[in-house]
């Protein structure tokens, strides 16, 4: 069975959030667990996801928020040949959060490659976090798929997630390599 990595942002996924729920009804993913939640750094975000990603090879990344930027710059690094596809959502906005509050400062700027792996964003008109716009430009550079969620908030529990079953179904395409989602490679 292929392994599904669940990488949460800023502050973990909390009791309620899809991601948690994922982790109570899938056998085959596993948590990303950071050493510091509250204090995010990439250098030690991207150790520990490379540490998961190299014990699971081939795994399907789901990210949310921050988690998203960081599988973002994962891309560019030589394990990102391990990750079998990603499904990101509610990607936050690392540059304007690094103008706010300097402890995001290390997650900036955004990646903008390709990410020469299938991947699909799904964002909401209406997250504070990101701009509908700048998610789906993100999408484009990073040759993901896009997913418009509507009027989803931050795609969390504050805004009514928690089981997602929608969730599963992008992971799924993932799995299945002719699927119109994913993306093409990197020629």
Excluded at 52 to 59: D, L, N, R
Excluded at 74 to 93: E, I, M, Q, T
Aim: charged share 20%; net charge negative; glycine share 6%.
């Amino acid at each position: 069975m292929m392994t599904t990595l669940i990488i949460p942002g800023y502050l973990g996924s909390e009791k309620g959030h899809w991601q948690r729920q994922w982790l109570a009804d899938d056998d085959t993913a596993r948590l990303v667990e950071q050493d510091d939640w509250e204090n995010p750094v990439l250098s030690q975000w991207l150790h520990v996801l490379e540490a998961a990603i190299s014990e699971t090879p081939g795994a399907i990344l789901v990210a949310h928020s921050l988690g998203c930027v960081l599988v973002a710059h994962l891309a560019s690094r030589p394990s990102a040949a391990h990750v079998a596809g990603a499904v990101l959502v509610a990607p936050a906005d690392a540059e304007r959060m690094a103008v706010q509050d300097p402890k995001f400062r290390s997650f900036a700027p955004l990646p903008r490659h390709d990410f020469g792996f299938p991947s699909i964003v799904a964002a909401s008109r209406d997250d504070p976090y990101m701009s509908f716009n700048k998610a789906q430009a993100l999408a484009d550079i990073w040759g993901s798929g896009f997913v418009d969620m509507r009027h989803a908030g931050h795609i969390n529990v504050a805004s009514g997630f928690g089981a997602w079953p929608e969730g599963y179904i992008l992971a799924q395409s993932m799995r299945r390599p002719d699927d119109a989602l994913r993306t093409r490679r990197a020629a």
